[in-house]
């Protein structure tokens, strides 16, 4: 890391999400924060006569850092799969200068004890910032609440089984309740688990082709209903993971209209691929939730664009070779997104799909304000989180390349553009490309 205690990030283009602009401008950097965002030629040039270090973004755009939330890290329990040392610097890599860590370790995330240990590992291991996420219920069975208390103390930003869904409305109602009086993050994976056990493709003609169990979207919008539902009677705050249907669409936006404290989410993966990309049974396509029909893909794009839908994520999902080389339906479901993240979701902005602006409010500003931190804001007094990115250069991407340990990537070999130029966490360079 290279300190940047009175730097001057000039000649950019800075994407502000909160203003929803894109302008020329530069970006004055003191002792990890943003002291001054300057977009007037003139008080650029007095400012850069004073300041201790100049660096010229050559035009390309300035945004704050993503914050990244749901990203599965090996350890404990997988460091085969990704450590915070390979996690982080893939997240580096990618624009992401806040990792927000999913609890579905071996063994899960569920105690005080085990928290401590993953912030330990994540201080020591990550150039970027780390805020672990604990389990909703013990072992992530959906059976007993843990200590959501406790963990709060410990470090827990949200309450999550993450993939996980909990059976028992009961026991769910229950920690709901719990968390509401504490004030607490709950995040739900918006499945049923009954009509999508077993299931790895969107129900359909493609599906039937393929001869794939499938499951209807209808599980979707049914498991978010009931969660509504108790959201609405204990009062918690609540963000679901993935919204992947247009059929959920309607629940979600009536939660809003109602005053539910309510947001959602939405995969990389979701927003530019469809279930044709599966093809012939290639394995680093398979997903949770699986890949949807492409009328889905584009009412979620139009639902990210509007608002409706207010967070996107890479939903890193490390697996080994061994886990994906199998038959399809026995193929382990995920793939790695970190490094990936912001150049496949430039496919949107170049297909004119989204803006720069609504693309970082829903990568930086949302997610954090959603967990309450102070970063996500190319303002005065933010912490000094920031990418620096060419959304023009051509790559192809070489999953053999990527800084995680797992090279599951649906984008190998995919022609991409957007490239990460340089990532800055509290004022300091943690990445810059050769």
Same mark, same amino acid.
């Given at each position: ?262 947001? =959602? ?5 979701? +927003?530019? /691929?469809?279930?044709? &990309? ?6 680093? %396509? $398979? *997903? ?90 190319? =303002? ?5 989180? +920031?990418? /620096?990115?060419?959304? &023009? ?6 999953? %053999? $390349? *990527? ?32």
């Amino acid at each position: 890391m290279t300190p940047a205690s009175g730097t001057l990030m000039h000649n950019a283009r800075l994407i502000d999400p909160d203003a929803g602009s894109d302008t020329p401008g530069a970006v004055l950097i003191e002792a990890g924060k943003i002291t001054k965002v300057l977009t007037q030629p003139l008080e650029i040039e007095a400012v850069k006569l004073s300041a201790d270090n100049l660096v010229d973004c050559g035009g390309a755009c300035l945004a704050p850092g993503i914050v990244d939330i749901g990203v599965k890290v090996g350890e404990p329990g997988e460091r085969h799969k990704e450590s915070y040392g390979t996690a982080g610097q893939a997240a580096a890599a990618g624009g992401v200068t806040t990792l927000v860590t999913r609890p579905d370790t071996s063994p899960p995330i569920d105690t005080p004890e085990a928290l401590e240990f993953i912030r330990r590992r994540a201080n020591e291991a990550a150039p970027v910032n780390v805020l672990p996420m604990a389990a909703l219920t013990k072992g992530r069975a959906g059976q007993e609440m843990t200590e959501i208390g406790f963990l709060m103390d410990a470090g827990a930003v949200a309450f999550t089984d993450a993939m996980s869904v909990c059976r028992d409305t009961r026991v769910l109602a229950r920690a709901m309740t719990y968390a509401a009086g504490l004030g607490a993050l709950v995040i739900c994976h918006p499945q049923d688990p009954v009509l999508s056990q077993g299931a790895v493709a969107t129900s359909g003609k493609f599906a039937s082709l393929r001869g794939l169990p499938a499951v209807s979207p209808m599980a979707e919008r049914m498991a978010l209903d009931r969660d509504m539902a108790l959201v609405e009677m204990t009062g918690v705050r609540y963000h679901a993971d993935q919204i992947t249907t247009a059929r959920a669409l309607p629940a979600l936006e009536r939660a809003k209209d109602n005053g539910l404290d309510v947001t =959602a989410g939405v995969s990389m993966h979701h +927003l530019t /691929l469809n279930e044709f &990309d599966v093809a012939d049974y290639r394995t680093f %396509f $398979k *997903l949770t939730p699986p890949l949807r029909a492409e009328d889905d893909r584009a009412a979620i794009v139009a639902a990210l664009r509007s608002g409706l839908i207010d967070i996107i994520g890479s939903f890193h999902t490390p697996q080994d070779e061994e886990s994906k080389r199998l038959p399809f339906e026995a193929a382990a479901s995920g793939a790695v997104g970190l490094e990936t993240l912001l150049p496949v979701l430039m496919r949107l902005y170049h297909a004119e799909e989204i803006d720069l602006p609504t693309l970082f409010r829903a990568l930086s500003l949302n997610p954090a304000r959603r967990l309450g931190l102070d970063c996500g804001r190319l =303002a005065a007094g933010a912490p000094a989180d +920031l990418v /620096l990115f060419d959304p &023009d250069k051509p790559l192809v991407l070489d999953r %053999f $390349k *990527l800084r995680s340990k797992s090279k599951n990537t649906p984008f190998d070999g995919a022609r991409l553009q957007g490239k990460v130029l340089k990532t800055v966490v509290a004022g300091k360079t943690v990445y810059e490309s050769s």
